[in-house]
C-alpha cells in the first residue's frame, strides 16, 4: 500500500506563490501516473495536473502558465508550484498515484487564496 502525504497548504494573498508537495512511502518510478487534484466547497473534485512517468505533462486550461508540476523520482516526491494564485485556487489540494496495484490518495491539504 503506497501512502502519499502532502504538504505545503496555506493562506496566501492573491497573487502570491506556493508550493505543495506530495511525499510517497516508496519509488515513485512505479507509479504510471502522479496528479494533483482539488475539491472547492459545494464543487466536483476536479484534476488540476498530471505527470506521466516519462516526464510528459497535462494541466487544465485555468492553471495553464500559472502552476507547474514536477516530479523528483530519487526524492519520492511530486511538486505543484502554484503562481499568480487566484481566489479561484481555493480548495482542498489532493496528490493522486496510479500504479500497477490500483490507485492512491493523499489525506489533502488545504489552501486559502484570501486578502
Known amino acids: 500500500q503506497v501512502q502519499l502525504v502532502e504538504s505545503g497548504g496555506g493562506l496566501v494573498q492573491p497573487g502570491g506563490s506556493l508550493r505543495l508537495s506530495c511525499a510517497a512511502s516508496e519509488n515513485i518510478f512505479r507509479l504510471y501516473i502522479m496528479a494533483w487534484y482539488r475539491q472547492a466547497p459545494g464543487k466536483q473534485r476536479e484534476v488540476v495536473a498530471s505527470i506521466i512517468s516519462g516526464g510528459s505533462t497535462t494541466y487544465v486550461d485555468s492553471v495553464k502558465g500559472r502552476f507547474t508540476i514536477s516530479r523528483d523520482n530519487a526524492k519520492n516526491t511530486v511538486y505543484l508550484q502554484m503562481n499568480s494564485l487566484k481566489p479561484e485556487d481555493t480548495a482542498v489540494y489532493y496528490c493522486?498515484?496510479?500504479?500497477?496495484?490500483?490507485?492512491?490518495w493523499g489525506q489533502g491539504t488545504q489552501v486559502t487564496v484570501s486578502s
Open positions: 493522486k498515484g496510479v500504479g500497477p496495484r490500483g490507485d492512491y
